[in-house]
């Protein structure tokens, strides 16, 4: 857009920049959407507007019905008096509309700089703001705080990492402010100068001012625009950040209606300067179900669904791609360049496929803009370009941070950071350096600032670390983890849940890193010692499937040399993730984990390794001695400490002993009494589980609505923590819950919904009860053949696994059996479990679906 432009046609007339229609200057009502299809069509005035182009103008970044622009355009006929479309919109069928009026477009006098006291520039060196060449996404609530800063400061940088969109956001910024600048705008592209002396004197030609070797190019420029109301927009000032702060220091000063509104990664520090960190655009939430409509809610799936359109013509995120096109998202931290890039990739990719090549993101994303500035036109480049300006000790220190793949504390940085060249006390002052360049994140949010820096920066500063050779540091990091750790485990049993996760939790990806290197290359010590401090972090993150793989990277590693407790932290992991086999199923780790905990003096790690076996012993029905003595050792070891996490867990799984026993008074009591601890400790994870066991004992005790109640909110609170481990526990009990009350439609909905989530996070017993839960509702829904299928399956799994039954399940079992003995003829119920005992785990998962039924 190179001024304000307005239109008339018959008796209307439109100011763009205003968005206002008049009628023989009378305002007429035009909603928001009707005035952007009016503007998309005068745009394209005399050709057809396909649906396409009109909508992209209208609903940017949105996905919507076509309808939506029928109804616009209706709205707008009626708005222009024109119901029939015979004076100004003609229907073009199955392609789009077409603008017929004779229109008259004319320039708001003084919306762009044209000429300044003492000189007349030549029509080529006038320069407004350039027009759009895309559409332009999110980004209202930045719009309106910028202009909002504009109107009462001199002097705005918006300040932020390359490819952010700081650029596009100024001339966004600049184009809405034309009507506030009598005298208009001026444009300085700075990225093409390489001398700091070159400043001042381009803004003179910009203003079309003759240099004169009298005075300064600074002062000549100061001396037009002292009575001047302007706004100066200089762009990309970050390699000439003292001559652009030169420049500007004299117009803040001596220019009370000049605005500047500056672009650059750095801020200019200038007295009266006004920073504003661009961030990254809204990224969708983390989480494997992710809906196209849920993700199509942040900015940066909107972006990537506009410009794809653009790569392919057209594009409709779909449910399916959905999560993979969040994953991307999110991985790229909703950069607009790296949008912008990876959206162009669709032709040769799917989301899912890109999203699987994101772990090296310059060899995806290699290629951009060919009429882009040089280092805007790659996202390598861009990145390149803000390292070359740095400091040899930035760049060490940048590259160094790469190995915290998710940020890290100043501890942390110090931990990986120091070095003869930078000593402990430099590593602050340098972090303040690149915070201020735009290269590292301060997150001041959580209880210790955390510095990070974006995936495409972070992957940029790893491969300069490769090169550099320092494969040390991320020894170094792991080793920091390991120590971190060692101190998490020890504050775990008496730390309030939201407190230890502010402190700890924020480290799992940090940790994955680590426990992932240190097993690649051969540090299988350090891999395992990390891995026995991995549990309450397991729990508390629901990394339950990266534990499963680390205890079984673990295992055979663990030797007469290696240290006790480690080896009896790995092997009771190990065997915790298998939760209830009965039995004749217990696995000999068990036993060998309690031999090493008790021969290494560890009362809170041989109190869980009891407790555990105990739970693996107890089967509904059966008294088993053993297990209740294992239950109250695993009590009495702790009962000096209380409170503490585990001997309240202790208490919970003794009371579960009993429960199975029969006694669910001393269940319902030995619960209690840990649910008072959990909560005087704040352990939200714990009195969650607490719930869980309530609602069981009450369901069996016949209170089913007190075990719904109970379950419901447990339900609730589980996904407010995004507890998935235990949400999928509660899934699969209100399924049996809502099924024993009639309820088959809810008993579905959670079992289903129990099943996904079970699978996505690896607990495949939970996934097997959830499975049976819908064969009882599908054969509470005459689907017999489905279910007879399905308790197949189920039978086979419980047969090889030694997986028992709970009294739930075997309830909901018994009653699924009789309902199809009953209605099935026997051979054909024979057959049809049969069948289902040979299905895979897609195949059963499967037949939950009535759209998609195995064969």
């Known amino acids: 857009m190179n001024n304000v432009r307005r239109f008339s046609f018959g008796d209307y007339a439109l100011n763009e920049s205003r968005r206002e229609l008049t009628r023989d200057g009378v305002p007429v009502e035009l909603g928001s959407r009707a005035m952007d299809v009016l503007l998309a069509l005068l745009n394209r005035a005399g050709r057809i507007a396909t649906k396409d182009e009109i909508m992209r103008d209208a609903w940017s970044g949105m996905i919507v019905a076509q309808n939506n622009l029928t109804t616009q355009v209706a709205h ?237 013509g057209s594009y409709t995120l779909s449910d399916q791609d959905a999560p993979a096109v969040a994953t991307i998202c999110r991985r790229l931290d909703g950069m607009p360049l790296a949008m912008e890039l990876v959206a162009a990739r669709l032709r040769m990719l799917n989301p899912i496929e890109i999203a699987a090549r994101l772990e090296n993101v310059f060899r995806l994303l290699n290629v951009g803009s060919r009429t882009a500035l040089p280092r805007h036109q790659t996202l390598f480049a861009t990145i390149d370009w803000s390292f070359s300006l740095l400091s040899e000790a930035e760049q060490i220190t940048l590259r160094r941070l790469s190995v915290f793949v998710d940020g890290c504390t100043l501890d942390g940085a110090m931990a990986v950071c120091t070095c003869p060249i930078i000593g402990t006390d430099n590593v602050f002052d340098l972090l303040t350096k690149l915070v201020g360049k735009s290269l590292v994140i301060a997150e001041t949010a959580g209880p210790a600032t955390r510095y990070r820096m974006l995936e495409t920066t972070r992957q940029y500063a790893a491969e300069k670390l490769a090169a550099a050779g320092e494969t040390g540091r991320r020894q170094r990091m792991a080793e920091y983890l390991l120590e971190l750790f060692s ?107 309690i031999a090493l905990f008790r021969q290494a003096g560890d009362p809170v790690g041989l109190s869980r390794a009891l407790r555990q076996t105990a739970m693996a012993r107890a089967m509904p029905g059966a008294p088993d001695a053993d297990a209740v003595a294992m239950a109250e050792e695993a009590v009495a070891l702790l009962r000096h400490l209380a409170p503490h996490k585990d001997l309240a867990t202790a208490m919970a799984h003794l009371g579960s002993v009993h429960f199975f026993a029969g006694d669910h008074d001393s269940a319902r009591r030995l619960n209690e009494a840990a649910l008072a601890m959990r909560r005087a400790l704040g352990d939200s994870t714990g009195m969650l589980a607490s719930r869980v066991n309530l609602a069981e004992i009450l369901f069996l005790d016949g209170d089913g609505p007190g075990a719904l109640r109970h379950a419901a909110d447990a339900e609730a609170e589980a996904r407010n923590r995004n507890a998935l481990s235990t949400l999928a526990l509660i899934l699969s009990n209100l399924a049996g819950y809502r099924l024993h009350d009639g309820d088959r439609a809810g008993g579905l909905r959670a079992a289903t919904e129990g099943l996904r989530l079970s699978r996505a996070i690896g607990q495949d017993y939970l996934a097997v009860m959830c499975l049976e839960h819908c064969a009882l509702a599908l054969a509470l829904d005459g689907a017999l053949d489905t279910a007879a299928g399905l308790l197949g399956f189920t039978d086979a799994h419980y047969a090889v696994s030694g997986q028992t039954r709970e009294r739930l399940e075997q309830a909901g079992y018994e009653r699924l059996e009789a309902i199809l003995r009953t209605r099935l003829p026997p051979r054909y119920m024979d057959a049809l479990h049969a069948g289902g005992c040979a299905w895979s785990q897609q195949a059963a998962d499967a037949a939950t679906r009535h759209d998609l039924l195995p064969a």
């Open 76 to 312: 707008l006929r009626r708005a222009l008096n024109d119901p029939a479309g015979r004076r100004y919109i003609q229907t073009v069928p199955g392609r789009g509309y077409r603008f017929v009026g004779d229109i008259m477009e004319q320039a708001v006098p003084g919306a762009v700089i044209s000429a300044v006291i003492g000189a007349q520039p030549a029509p080529h060196e006038r320069h407004g703001i350039p027009a759009d060449t895309s559409s332009f996404v999110g980004r209202e609530q930045e719009l309106s705080d910028i202009a909002a800063r504009i109107a009462v400061r001199g002097l705005v940088t918006i300040v932020g990492a390359g490819g952010v969109g700081k650029t596009r956001m100024a001339l966004r910024v600049a184009a809405a402010q034309l009507d506030n600048f009598t005298d208009g705008i001026v444009l300085l592209e700075l990225a093409p100068l390489t001398e700091p002396g070159l400043v001042a004197e381009a803004l003179c030609r910009k203003l079309g001012l003759p240099m004169l070797t009298d005075r300064s190019a600074t002062e000549a420029a100061v001396s037009v625009l002292r009575a001047r109301r302007m706004l100066l927009v200089l762009d990309n000032a970050e390699h000439l950040l003292a001559a652009t702060a030169a420049l500007a220091e004299p117009i803040l000063r001596h220019c009370p209606g000049v605005r500047m509104l500056v672009t650059s990664r750095e801020a200019l520090s200038v007295a009266g300067e006004v920073t504003y960190p661009l961030p990254s655009l809204s990224v969708p939430r983390a989480g494997p179900f992710i809906t196209a409509a849920d993700a199509m809610r942040s900015e940066a799936v909107q972006l990537f669904a506009d410009r794809a359109a653009d790569a392919l």
């Open 487 to 593: 101190l998490a485990d020890m504050e775990w049993p008496t730390t309030g849940t939201d407190r230890w996760v502010a402190a700890y939790g924020v480290e799992s990806e940090n940790f994955r890193a680590a426990v992932d290197w240190a097993f690649s290359t051969g540090e299988l010590a350090l891999g395992a010692d990390l891995v026995a401090r991995a549990g309450a972090l397991a729990d508390e993150m629901s990394l339950q499937v990266d534990l499963r793989r680390w205890t079984d990277a673990a295992i055979p590693h663990l030797s007469p040399a290696t240290n006790l407790r480690t080896a009896a932290s790995v092997l009771y992991l190990h065997t915790a993730l298998a939760k209830r086999q009965g039995a004749q199923a217990a696995p000999p780790e068990r036993a060998r984990a």
